[in-house]
């Protein structure tokens, strides 16, 4: 195949492509002319070098001269906007599945398909891609059956927001060994128990077992839509990969005493737990517990939630900020506790994205569309006030698109406040349908009321 080489006639040649043909100028004024609807025209530009990636219209017509079934010889680089995300690193095998453009409304799309993470490797741990971020990858393209997309596992990420490299992408830890027999008595570790279940045909179920570890990951907690938890464990209570065999997926989990959860704590990392139930090789490739065919038999809380309460007591109030409480950059969000006593819980519930602290800017607590949190606490909560956050112009207020469980909510550029509530336990939820940044809600600070 021969190789692909941008020259200015391709570039001009490309431009052509996507700005179609030009109107004849008319000989008068037309009254009636309006550029209203006259089409967003980006022009290709790059050299699918490191130095100088191809925007996302170059990167179209490169892969435009591509045979179907064809692919480029050499890798390139390409730059653009996420605007769509059809799997994010964390789903479980690895790599990530999305749509670039040059333009945040996407007015133009390229396919980055099963793409690796940071160095070329599977993720492991490390920052998620959001929508709007700015993302550079390296790789091959090919003209997939007419759909132009990245090769299959022959691309990665270089960069996020102009920051390259990242927490992710390590080998993973050295592998524990298999221990237990999957009785009360003698339960599987992570790794029996990945090891027993990787061993059956797919759609295979068997059991039920008893499984020992320690929470390494939650993905969704008790709390959430379904009122089960998706969550891995390890030996040790670490996250290597979910492919690693470290690592055993236990898979809408019911709760203890076989039940949905109604109330009560929840699931932190470094719990320990004995889950029974079935197990099953999920598509012959994912060993977890059969949906809604296991349960929390035993529980040992951990530290769980931050490393540190925060929050500054005066009079009748509380303040915190996300930045007091001592998390690692990307943390999943799960139950902070305040100086007072009061938590802050937070839930994916159906979200695409869970909840995340971030240290960018001030720091925040960053909750995408369907994400919630809610505050419990002892004493009478009759109001809260959060700062979202401000970024190169842009406020991360979910729109206003933010729903109270108690109270009268107002949100006013960068302030959100709930007055008028009266109770123990209140619930902010994104509602947001859109995307990029005016989904996310971000919270910098939150300050909370009690009743005198």
Known sequence: MKKILFSVLAIAMAAVTFT??????????????????????IEPEGEGTQVSPYNVAATIAAANMLAQGEETTEEVYIKGIVTNISENYDGGYGNATYYISDDEDGTNSFYIYRSKYFDNKSYSSGQMIEYGDTVVVCGKLTNYNGTLETVANGSYLVSINGVEGGEGGDEPTPGFEPE???????????????????????????GPVYIKGIVSQIKNNYD??????????????????????????????????????????????????????????YKGNTPETVMNES?????????GGGDEPGGEISGNSIKAAASDFGL????????????DGTTLTFAQNDGYNGPKFYK?????????????????????????????????????????????????????????????????????????????????????????????
């Open 328 to 339: 690692d950059n990307a943390a999943v969000l799960e139950t902070l506790t305040l100086s």
């Open 180 to 206: 237990g027999d999957g009785t009360e008595a003698n339960p599987f570790n992570a790794v029996a128990a990945y090891q027993y279940a990787a061993a059956l045909g797919e759609g295979e179920e068997a």
């Open 360 to 452: 960018a800017g001030s720091g925040s607590f960053r909750m995408y569309p369907s994400n919630s949190v809610t505050v419990k606490s002892s004493k009478t909560i009759v109001g809260i006030e959060i700062k979202c956050d401000e970024y190169q112009g842009d406020t991360y207020n979910a729109s206003g698109d933010i729903e109270t469980s108690a109270g009268t909510i107002n949100v006013n550029g960068a302030a959100v406040k709930v007055s008028g509530a009266s109770t123990n336990s209140l619930t902010l939820t994104n509602t947001s349908t859109t995307t990029g940044v005016p989904s996310q809600f971000r919270i910098v600070e939150i300050t909370i009321y009690y009743a005198e």
């Open 20 to 41: 179609s043909c030009e109107d004849v100028p008319a000989p008068y004024d037309d009254p009636n002319d309006n550029p209203i609807d006259e089409p967003v025209v």
């Open 224 to 281: 959430g839509k379904y009122k089960t938890a998706d969550y891995y464990i390890s030996v040790d209570g670490t996250f290597d990969s979910a492919s690693s065999g470290n690592q055993f997926y236990v898979y809408a989990s019911n709760y203890l005493n076989n039940e949905k959860y109604s109330s009560g704590d929840l699931l932190s990392v470094g719990d320990e737990v004995v889950v029974y139930g079935k197990v099953m090789n």
């Open 295 to 303: 349960y929390l038999y035993s529980w040992t809380k951990g530290e």
